[in-house]
């Protein structure tokens, strides 16, 4: 089986849309021309939200990962460090001093380490506090797919933005 990563998913995203798009009025057959491009924009609509969730979850896993190797690695960088600070930050608040930090800070909510990259990056690369912004708001998407679709649905982003 291949790993997954960003480039693999957006390829998968790409042939599988394409697809879609290529059906022709053999696939829709009991279909009106209009009820059968409802049902392809309705394919391609379902096609682009499991593809935004499956990247977002791939980014989602490399930042947790991130995370948690600099906490356990103790570099001495400024992201690393900043890190530190919110992991003990955070073990204060949920009690868990005692516990080593890579365990206490495992569940640590994704939008406080967006937050504290943002603030690390400061004055220092406007850009990139931009994308982390657009991209922790992406993260209210992942969030309604994955948990149930009780809500009103959020911005949708399209898998090619998420780059």
């Known amino acids: 089986m291949s ?14 849309r394409q697809n879609v798009r290529d059906l ?14 409802e049902l392809r924009a309705e394919l391609l609509e379902e096609i682009r939200k499991d593809y935004a969730f499956k990247l977002l ?6 930042i947790r990962r991130d995370f948690l190797v ?8 400024a992201v690393s460090k900043a890190y530190r600070d919110l992991c003990m930050a955070y073990r204060r608040e ?26 690390c990056f400061s004055g220092i690369d ?3 506090q931009r994308v982390c912004s657009v991209t922790k708001g992406y993260f209210g998407f992942r969030n309604w797919y994955a948990h149930g679709r009780v ?11 998420t780059r």
């Open 57 to 62: 979850t791939l980014l989602e896993a490399d």
């Open 24 to 37: 022709n009025d053999v696939h829709f057959e009991s279909f009106t021309p209009a009820e059968s491009e």
């Open 151 to 161: 809500r009103a649905m959020p911005v949708v982003p399209d898998p090619f933005e």
């Open 70 to 77: 600099s906490l356990r690695r103790k570099r001495r960088d």
């Open 94 to 119: 949920t009690r868990q001093v005692a516990k080593r930090a890579s365990q206490a800070c495992r569940r640590m909510p994704l939008y406080r380490i967006f937050d504290k990259l943002r603030a």
């Open 3 to 16: 790993e997954f990563t960003c480039d693999s998913l957006l390829d998968w995203y790409r042939f599988l």
């Open 126 to 128: 406007e850009e990139f």
